[in-house]
């Protein structure tokens, strides 16, 4: 039962231009969004998170936004840089389920120069 | 570094086998989560346990068994190897039981059962 979906397995952008990773989600419990980016041999690192009651927070060049209506929240980060090349995972949590973290699939995000 | 330890690296066994992952969490934090990702999936949770004791359960199979010490290391166990249990497995710790932020990962122990 995948709660969190990546639907996108790879994004290839421009240096410079934005990148927007998607994911949807089926859970309407979930009230809490984040950004986790992993580079090869590497664990997961925090990126960016959005509570339920807002609809977008902005960390430099990176920005989530929310739709919980649609259920869907996006990353965008402008500008795209070579550094960014990795892959982008998803996860959502719930009070209700003590707050553990639901992950999508992930989406390999590469950025060419 | 991100300061969770997970030991070993890499682990290559034969099917039917058992194996032991080691996790060692950032110094402060009590709660311990086991993640698997496998091939073209995302982070599966497994367990998670918080100061000793067992916090929540996720997919975890019957033959894995996990178990977190009085220094707060934790092990995962798994046994009856089978090829499908080839998958990347990573520890995350916390300072809380129940938080949504301030995970942090260790690098993974990359499972292959041949």
């Known amino acids: 039962d995948q709660q969190v979906k990546q639907n996108s397995p790879s994004l290839s952008v421009q240096e410079g231009r934005i990148s927007i990773l998607n994911c949807d989600y089926t859970?309407?419990?979930?009230?809490?969004f984040l950004w986790y980016k992993k580079y090869p041999a590497e664990g997961p690192t925090f990126l960016i998170s959005?509570?339920?009651?807002?609809d977008k927070n902005e960390d430099g060049r990176f920005t989530v936004f929310l739709n919980k209506s649609a259920k869907h929240l996006s990353l965008h980060i402008v500008p795209s840089q070579p550094g960014d090349s990795a892959v982008y995972f998803c996860?959502?949590?719930?009070?209700?389920?003590?707050?553990?973290?639901?992950f999508g699939a992930g989406t390999i995000l590469r950025v060419k120069s | 570094d991100s300061g969770v330890t997970q030991t070993p690296k890499h682990l290559i066994t034969a099917t039917g086998q058992r194996v032991t992952l080691r996790c060692s969490p950032r110094?402060?934090?009590?709660?311990v989560y086991w993640y698997q990702q496998s091939l073209d999936q995302g982070l599966q949770f497994l367990i998670q346990?918080?100061?000793?004791?067992?916090?929540a359960k996720g997919n975890i199979l019957e033959r894995f068994s996990a178990q977190q010490f009085p220094d707060l290391h934790s092990e995962l166990n798994l046994s009856s190897l089978e090829l499908g249990d080839s998958a990347l497995y990573f520890c995350?710790?916390?300072?809380?039981?129940?938080?949504?932020?301030?995970?942090?990962f260790g690098s993974g122990t990359r499972l292959t059962v041949v």
């Open positions: 995350a710790s916390s300072v809380k039981a129940a938080s949504p932020y301030g995970y942090t």
């Open positions: 859970n309407s419990m979930f009230d809490y």
């Open positions: 959005i509570s339920s009651i807002k």
């Open positions: 996860a959502a949590s719930a009070q209700e389920y003590g707050n553990k973290l639901v």
């Open positions: 110094s402060g934090d009590l709660s």
């Open positions: 346990y918080y100061n000793g004791e067992e916090r």
